[in-house]
């Protein structure tokens, strides 16, 4: 599926020459992840057409006359739509083109130089485990490094990722994004302009019953038993006193296999808790907590008479998705980072035979929609074991694994609109119920 990659804005910059480039602020995810020129993706492109051919989406040609407003707002569309789409295949995902460019760019970016450094990836239970690597290792490489200290096996390495978390002084735990595979932490967690913010180890699937594909290690469910201790902690996971009692009792007997067997009957085990958000169900400006995990989306809704209602909407029955930025970066030249001031995430979903939108107003929207992917590729990922006919590959947990789909039968269920212009479109969309999201 594709990647949250945007491009809102742009600025001209003058050269050594006295002529004047465009630069482009690229967004990965509702940060800043790089500035570069037309001139680095073209030769960027040209690389990896050496490498992969013609399987690659069109990039943008060049202009030799002086482009006007409207080409130019053309030219980043279509390098926006470039970089969501070249992310689709796996295969240029790992290669070393695109991760070498990535890393260089990240690194200009942010003026940072690439040398020796130490880094701490924090655990659910607060402690810091500190690695030497260089600030160009990627997350991926970060991720091996803290995994061989931990001793969890290689192989299991795709069922757990890093994050950039916040912590709150009044014990609140936030995630602020899942850290990409070719991102780099140390740079990551040096431009971003989140308060209190580190960089933390957590497992990254949403279907609890993929559990025990880690029981036969015992680093593996350390960590799955720290993270659900923290859960009940945090009140992400809802166990009823009954339950509270029996894992207590585990817990003093370290008895974490057991403790894990009975978690998996916990409310909300396994999810992730978004901060708190407003909704526009029943009414728009509506607070909720949202749960995303085991197959389904968990709203906790306070109703304008402060009674709660809890719904839930089963993942068979969102039909797509798509990710609003509502706002505008007024400081363009500026060291502004994030677009998480104003997004929205709204879904249709299916109801009594008819197809209805629920919007929810929250600065992860981005974090929502990649849980959302997830849980996707985790269900066509047990799909095909099912079916042997079907193909699919799955570049993430069980990196070595391949299946097979027919083309036909893959869909992209999310989108992402960037600017207003846009974003007045999706309105007309969304009351026709027409909207559609089949290129992923």
């Not at 036969?216 to 469910?221: K, L, P």
């Not at 797509?320 to 980072?337: E, H, I, K, N, Y």
Request: aromatic share 10%; hydrophobic share 35%; glycine share 4%.
């Amino acid at each position: 599926m594709k990647m949250h990659f945007c491009i809102p804005v742009s600025q001209q910059r003058p050269d050594a020459l006295g002529g004047r480039y465009v630069l482009y602020s690229v967004y990965l995810d509702g940060f800043l992840f790089c500035r570069v020129r037309y001139s680095q993706l073209h030769r960027w492109n040209e690389q990896l057409r050496r490498v992969f051919g013609n399987c690659l989406p069109p990039f943008p040609p060049k202009y030799y006359l002086a482009m006007t407003t409207a080409m130019a707002d053309e030219r980043r569309d279509q390098l926006e739509q470039y970089l969501q789409n070249v992310t689709v295949n796996p295969n240029v995902l790992r290669s070393d083109v695109f991760i070498e460019f990535l890393k260089l760019v990240q690194l200009n970016t942010f003026n940072i130089t690439a040398e020796k450094a130490s880094l701490y990836v924090f655990l659910p239970d607060g402690r810091g485990i500190e690695v030497e690597i260089l600030t160009s290792d990627t997350a991926e490489r970060v991720l091996e490094v803290v995994s061989y200290k931990l001793g969890l096996h290689r192989e299991l390495l795709g069922y757990f990722g890093l994050f950039l978390i916040r912590d709150y002084k009044e014990g609140k735990l936030s995630v602020v994004k899942k850290l990409m595979d070719f991102e780099l932490p140390y740079v990551s967690l040096q431009s971003c302009d989140v308060e209190n913010c580190k960089v933390g180890l957590r497992k990254w699937y949403l279907d609890p019953a993929l559990d025990s594909m880690l029981m036969d290690c015992r680093a593996a469910v350390d960590l799955l038993y720290i993270q659900a201790v923290q859960d009940t902690e945090k009140e992400w996971a809802r166990p009823t006193q009954a339950q509270r009692q029996e894992l207590e009792a585990l817990r003093k007997e370290d008895n974490r296999t057991k403790f894990l067997e009975l978690y998996q009957q916990v409310q909300h085990y396994g999810c992730l808790q978004l901060d708190p958000c407003t909704c526009n169900y029943p009414e728009p400006g509506c607070e909720a907590v949202i749960s995303v995990g085991n197959n389904e989306i968990s709203c906790c809704i306070t109703l304008p008479d402060n009674q709660t209602q809890d719904i839930v909407f089963q993942m068979n029955r969102v039909k797509c998705w798509q990710v609003t930025f509502l706002g505008t970066l007024l400081d363009m030249d500026g060291p502004q980072r994030t677009l998480n001031q104003n997004l929205e995430l709204r879904f249709q979903y299916s109801e009594d035979s008819y197809w209805r939108w629920f919007v929810i107003y929250t600065k992860q929207a981005f974090l929502l929609s990649s849980c959302l992917k997830k849980m996707i590729s985790e269900k066509m990922v047990k799909l095909a074991a099912e079916n042997p006919e079907m193909q699919i590959e799955v570049p993430e947990q069980g990196k070595n694994k391949k299946y097979h789909i027919r083309q036909s039968q893959r869909k992209d269920y999310s989108s992402f609109l960037s600017r207003k212009s846009k974003t007045n479109r999706a309105e007309d969309g969304c009351g026709s119920g027409t909207i559609k999201e089949e290129d992923l």
